[in-house]
């Protein structure tokens, strides 16, 4: 009996410790209710795809981009920092040039210690270096949602935009929208 029970014991836990993770690849996404890679990936592709075709056939000048927000106004949570790096990471693949903000103050911090004279001068960081953008990217997910025949009908647009710092104008924008359609988890007993 208790060769039984530890037997019975043993297979149990190790049912348990089977369950892993499993990994998917994220371009076969088949799409839920949330948003999710789907539609992180087709928005990237399409944003990626437009903005690097108006930069080189269009604008045909050396471009500095500095993405700002893309805000959420859906009642969805949205990682939309997410959506903004994939789409920029793709972008710098393409030869795209961006400006980071998130170190300028340090890099200022190190070019005032270099005209210290505490700094070797062959490695201190020159005066007048840094590069301002001549655009900024920015965008909004927006969302309406109905319920029709028992199912909830969600449009969704994303919206991103880039516009030119030196004369305030509109120089880009693309959209991707979806239209999800999904049927609310039923509980039977």
């Given at each position: 009996?208790?060769?039984?029970?530890?037997?019975?014991?043993?297979?149990?836990?190790?049912?348990?410790?089977?369950?892993?993770?499993?990994?998917?690849?994220?371009?076969?996404?088949?799409?839920?209710?949330?948003w999710?890679?789907?539609?992180i990936?087709?928005?990237?592709?399409?944003?990626?795809?437009?903005?690097?075709?108006?930069?080189?056939?269009?604008?045909?000048?050396?471009?500095?981009?500095?993405v700002?927000?893309?805000?959420?106004?859906?009642?969805?949570?949205?990682?939309?920092?997410?959506?903004?790096?994939?789409?920029?990471?793709?972008?710098?693949?393409?030869?795209?040039?961006?400006?980071?903000?998130?170190?300028?103050?340090?890099?200022?911090?190190?070019?005032?210690?270099?005209?210290?004279?505490?700094?070797d001068?062959e490695?201190?960081?020159?005066v007048?270096?840094?590069?301002s953008?001549?655009?900024f990217?920015?965008?909004?997910?927006?969302?309406?949602?109905?319920?029709?025949?028992?199912?909830?009908?969600?449009?969704?647009?994303?919206?991103?935009?880039?516009?030119?710092?030196?004369?305030?104008?509109?120089?880009?924008?693309?959209?991707q929208?979806?239209?999800?359609?999904?049927?609310?988890?039923?509980?039977?007993?």
């Amino acid at each position: 009996m208790k060769k039984a029970c530890s037997l019975l014991i043993a297979c149990a836990l190790t049912g348990f410790a089977c369950g892993g993770t499993q990994y998917r690849d994220a371009s076969k996404d088949k799409g839920s209710m949330e948003w999710g890679p789907r539609e992180i990936k087709t928005t990237v592709d399409k944003m990626v795809n437009s903005l690097h075709a108006y930069l080189k056939n269009e604008w045909n000048q050396p471009a500095l981009i500095r993405v700002q927000r893309i805000k959420n106004d859906t009642a969805e949570h949205i990682d939309t920092k997410m959506l903004a790096d994939e789409t920029v990471n793709n972008l710098i693949k393409m030869r795209i040039q961006f400006i980071d903000d998130a170190y300028t103050r340090e890099a200022i911090s190190e070019i005032e210690k270099g005209m210290t004279g505490l700094v070797d001068p062959e490695s201190a960081i020159p005066v007048g270096n840094l590069k301002s953008p001549n655009f900024f990217l920015y965008g909004t997910i927006n969302e309406n949602v109905r319920y029709v025949g028992g199912k909830k009908i969600q449009y969704l647009v994303v919206t991103v935009a880039m516009k030119e710092l030196k004369t305030g104008l509109l120089k880009w924008q693309e959209r991707q929208e979806f239209l999800k359609a999904t049927s609310p988890d039923r509980v039977s007993f």
